[in-house]
């Protein structure tokens, strides 16, 4: 009878807690599938970008180069591998087929491949060797597969796409695990398409047949993540190659919290150095990413809920560089000291509200312990849309970066929220954030305090948050700014008494031994200046640099063919531009390309290359296609020394750089050909020339 009583008491409680326990929250709007939630968990990988434009200095090669250019004299997939494990990126992505056709595997279907390369005798396969490496060393491998191919005769024709889904499956069946698959969107254009130079236009919304194809890659390996620009794959590109995504960041394909129709996440993509295949021009080494800019890029990306796509270009070795190396070491350095030690472990948490006072939904659960379990999450009752949670951390804590996270399987819940720290007396409101999603980073000044309270002030549904984290990144010496006038004076600046500039102008890495600036000093002829501050002797900041050409003090515009304004394409100052429209009777006439302005250097000069630096406020007169001409009495010219196409520049508006063979000359011409609009006047925000 006594264990009758006691059966039938235990059922009686579990009965009652059933009653009690309360439902998780109804997911709100679209959620992430299983791939694409273990997807946002990666945050950061690499792109590499390495192919034939490695070996001729093109960003977007024409489909004409022969096969036997491609030949890498110290290839090496496993150093590749390697810097991306040790810079603590989840995996890499290989440019398997760029827009120029060239297949990085012995690919059965065509002969514009490694097998017809003199690299490994005609017997390697780079794509082989980069999945093995990663294997090797335990990060994951992803493939970029060009859908433009302007090497292929039967391009923008129906039976192109068979070949290229017969590359696809090449891809996703000899060569492992492949998780993420990045689809761009530059197609249709010029090319040589096996012999047959010209323009082919397709529509990219239909020639392809996404549908099928993304059908086709799910069935060989359904854990594939397809990336696209727009909102057909499972990822979506996040509107520019800054690395940066736009904030707020709505991880649906709306325009906020409450319109999105599917799951979206956004991916930033950016390169280490200003272009995203190796070129061994010195501007491109001036331009590698400083710790302190990484970490601005992962605050704009990461930080808002996107992953990061971090560009590593090999050179032609077939390496990463050892100044790039060195770089991506340092900014790990800093990611390891910042985000190491969780600041908020240890506190008390309270909430406002807790979802029918179920300890399975306390604000507790934000907390990072060792144990805790994957779906644990603080959440209110459905009608509390606005509440707030305190961590009390028991003693002061100083900290400079707040970490919150939302629970991505009930989907992107929360908008605006507000950071409050308490000085004793009362609250203080220390930051605020348009949207959580994935992930909200936000770096605020250097704060110390013993009571943090997180208050939403926008939601959509009931807030379901996973994580709560406190960390403080080390402060940084503050990099040097490189300037130069147009008579070539250099001058480098913050200056403070607390420090002092090093600097070298042979393209050696500046250290305590190095020249100490003094005052600014004179380099008319241009060159690469490198600089980094040195405190105490001791703490140093990142080096920074930058390559200049010839000065432009003494440089006139003798013929211009839309005169007004030509004179801001000389001046040194990127806000202000030659911009061929007319202000006529109250409205704006446009001048379209062709368009050309011509230069007297003041002096003969031995030139080697030119720049060509857009305005990014004018993106549709941005100058895509262009000629280049050099002459010594300005009278006979003779052919252009460059012409072809700035290719890219649309999604990455930033100073472009063309070389040619080392010429005399006094003046040179520039021909705008052909803007991005062609309806559009011309921009121009800056010309310069490279000298000797």
């Known amino acids: 009878m006594a264990a009758l009583i006691l059966t039938v008491l235990f059922l009686t409680g579990l009965a009652q807690a059933d009653q009690l326990s309360v439902p998780p929250p109804a997911p709100y709007g679209p959620a992430p599938n299983a791939r694409q939630l273990n997807w946002q968990g990666l945050h950061v990988y690499a792109f590499i970008h390495f192919s034939m434009n490695t070996f001729t200095g093109n960003q977007w090669g024409g489909g ?13 997939a496993d150093q590749i591998a390697r810097t991306v494990k040790d810079a603590g990126l989840a995996g890499l992505i290989l440019t398997a087929k760029h827009h120029d056709g060239f297949c990085l595997w012995p690919s059965v279907y065509t002969e514009h491949s490694v097998k017809n390369s003199p690299w490994r005798g005609g017997h390697g396969d780079v794509v082989k060797e980069f999945s093995e490496a990663c294997h090797r060393q335990g990060i994951l491998f992803g493939a970029y597969l060009s859908p433009w191919d302007r090497n292929r005769a039967d391009y923008g024709r129906p039976e192109y796409i068979k070949y290229y889904r017969n590359q696809i499956q090449e891809l996703l069946t000899n060569y492992g695990p492949v998780f993420e698959m990045w689809f761009d969107g530059a197609n249709g254009g010029t090319g040589y398409y096996g012999g047959a130079k010209e323009h082919r236009k397709i529509d990219a919304s239909t020639y392809y047949d996404w549908p099928r194809t993304f059908s086709l890659i799910h069935k060989l ?44 996440p956004k991916e930033g993509d950016v390169s280490l150095r200003k272009d995203w295949f190796y070129n061994p021009d010195p501007a491109q080494e001036a331009s590698i990413k400083t710790p302190a800019q990484l970490m601005d890029i992962y605050f704009k990306s990461v930080g808002r809920g996107a992953n990061l796509i971090l560009n590593l270009p090999p050179d032609r070795r077939g390496v990463i560089p050892e100044a790039d190396v060195a770089a991506l070491k340092a900014w790990h350095e800093v990611m390891q000291k910042t985000f190491k030690t969780d600041l908020a472990l240890g506190a008390r948490m309270t909430a406002s509200n807790t979802r029918g006072n179920d300890p399975r939904y306390t604000a507790a659960n934000m907390l990072c312990r060792p144990k805790k379990a994957a779906n644990s999450y603080w959440a209110t009752d459905d009608q509390e849309k606005t509440p707030s949670f305190t961590a009390d951390l028991v003693h002061p804590v100083r900290f400079n970066v707040i970490e919150l996270r939302e629970y991505l399987p009930l989907g992107q819940r929360v908008g605006r929220v507000a950071f409050d720290s308490w000085d004793g007396s009362g609250w203080v409101e220390i930051a605020q954030a348009p949207s959580i999603g994935s992930q909200r980073l936000v770096h605020i000044p250097e704060t110390t305090t013993d009571k943090v309270r997180v208050r939403v002030l926008e939601a959509a549904a009931s807030p379901a948050f996973s994580r709560f984290s406190l960390y403080l990144m080390p402060p940084m010496l503050a990099e040097p700014q490189i300037d130069r006038d147009k008579s070539g004076m250099v001058s480098f600046r913050p200056e403070a008494a607390s420090h002092q500039f090093y600097y070298t102008l042979d393209g050696t890495e ?43 003090d003494k440089w006139t515009v003798v013929e211009s063919s839309f005169p007004d304004g030509s004179s801001r394409a000389l001046d040194e100052n990127p806000k202000t531009d030659w911009y061929t429209v ?46 280049f001409y050099l002459s010594l009495d300005g009278k006979n010219w003779g052919k252009p020394v460059a012409q072809g196409e700035f290719s890219n520049i649309k999604a990455s508006p930033i100073e472009q750089t063309v070389v040619f063979p080392k010429t005399q000359a006094r003046y040179f011409r520039f021909v705008a050909l052909h803007t991005l609009e062609p309806k559009e006047g011309v921009s121009v925000a800056e010309l310069g020339v490279i000298g000797e």
């Open 64 to 76: 004409d180069e022969a096969s036997s250019v491609f030949n890498p004299t110290a290839f090496d």
């Open 582 to 627: 007319e202000k006529k009777a109250g409205s704006q006439v446009p001048h379209p390309a062709p368009q050309s302005v011509t230069v007297d250097l003041g002096a003969p000069a031995t030139l080697s290359g030119f720049t060509y630096l857009p305005n990014p406020g004018r993106v549709s007169a941005t100058v895509d296609q262009y000629q």
């Open 221 to 264: 390996q359904p854990d594939t993540i397809i990336w696209t620009p727009d909102t057909q794959g499972d990822v979506q590109w996040g509107g520019s190659e800054s690395g940066m995504v736009k904030d707020p960041c709505w991880a649906t394909d709306g325009t906020s919290m409450s319109d999105g129709k599917k799951w979206i």
């Open 510 to 552: 500046p250290t305590a031994s190095s020249p100490v600036y003094q005052a600014p000093f004179s380099l008319p002829k241009g060159g690469l200046v490198k600089v980094r501050s040195i405190l105490d002797g001791e703490k140093q900041s990142a080096v920074t640099a930058r390559n200049f050409g010839l000065a432009k």
